[in-house]
């Protein structure tokens, strides 16, 4: 059973950082992607970001590009989602997910709120 526990989330000011995380636990992730999904008050779920665990290769939305990292560190199974230079337009539920790619996850946090005042 794999779990994922996001953190992270809060209020923050236009242009200002975050920084969320997502640990996992549960089995191994060697040949998972992991990635950061939100979902906006009235809106679809969409993708934000996402890094293979096994090479560490990285894919991103329009909109997170240039501004969004996703860093992870092997030790502690934590992905991150590192926000910066946000957007009144972020505001969002953020969820952590876990699978054999992004149209395929297969495991879901919680979810963490990110609020981004203007």
């Known amino acids: 059973q794999v779990q994922l526990v996001e953190s992270g989330g809060g209020l923050v000011q236009t242009g200002g950082s975050l920084r969320l995380s997502c640990a996992a636990s549960?089995?191994?992730?060697?040949?998972?992607?992991m990635g950061w999904f939100r979902r906006a008050p009235g809106k679809e779920r969409e993708f934000v970001a996402a890094?293979?665990?096994?090479?560490?290769?990285?894919s991103y939305s329009d909109s997170a590009k240039g501004r969004f990292t996703i860093p992870r560190d092997n030790a502690k199974s934590t992905v991150y989602l590192e926000m910066n230079s946000l957007k009144p337009e972020d505001t969002a539920v953020y969820y952590c997910?876990?699978?054999?790619?992004?149209?395929?996850?297969?495991?879901w946090g919680q979810g963490t709120q990110v609020t981004v005042s203007s």
């Open positions: 890094i293979s665990w096994s090479d560490s290769s990285t």
């Open positions: 549960g089995r191994t992730f060697s040949r998972y992607v």
């Open positions: 997910a876990s699978g054999l790619g992004t149209a395929t996850m297969s495991h």
